[in-house]
């Protein structure tokens, strides 16, 4: 389990090395796939897996109780978004897709910051 911990910690990692990279074309999939039909829910569904599988996994791996506290965190913010209203959601959405490309690196940095913290809270103890 702390494999898989681990690899969530690697994912976080590498989407923020190419957010740094190429956030203009990070941001264009991303509102490709916001704007879809189905692409909200399935990336809300993905933050819920993912936050299960922090919380899941953390017993395994050397920091349970760090990866607790960030899986429910995760798990409480994604769980916003299942519950806001459409008009809420678009504007939300597009909020988030008018930032400028130096905000997307600011993120994409704190995020490659935050999947390293994973990575190594996921080492078994």
Do not use: D, K
């Not at 791996?61 to 806001?84: D, E, H, K, Y």
Request: aromatic share 10%; with cysteine.
């Amino acid at each position: 389990m702390a494999t898989v911990v681990a690899a969530i910690g690697w994912l976080n990692i590498l989407l923020g090395l190419f957010g740094l990279l190429f956030p203009a074309f990070l941001m264009r999939r991303a509102a490709h796939l916001w704007r879809s039909r189905h692409g909200g829910h399935l990336a809300t569904c993905l933050r819920l897996l993912i936050s299960a599988l922090l919380v899941i996994g953390a017993p395994y791996c050397r920091w349970p109780l760090a990866l607790q506290i960030i899986g429910t965190l995760s798990l409480v913010t994604a769980l916003q978004v299942v519950f806001l209203s459409r008009e809420r959601y678009v504007e939300l959405r597009e909020w988030l897709l008018s930032r400028p490309a130096s905000f997307i690196r600011y993120s994409s940095a704190s995020g490659m910051l935050f999947g390293m913290l994973i990575v190594q809270a996921a080492a078994t103890p």
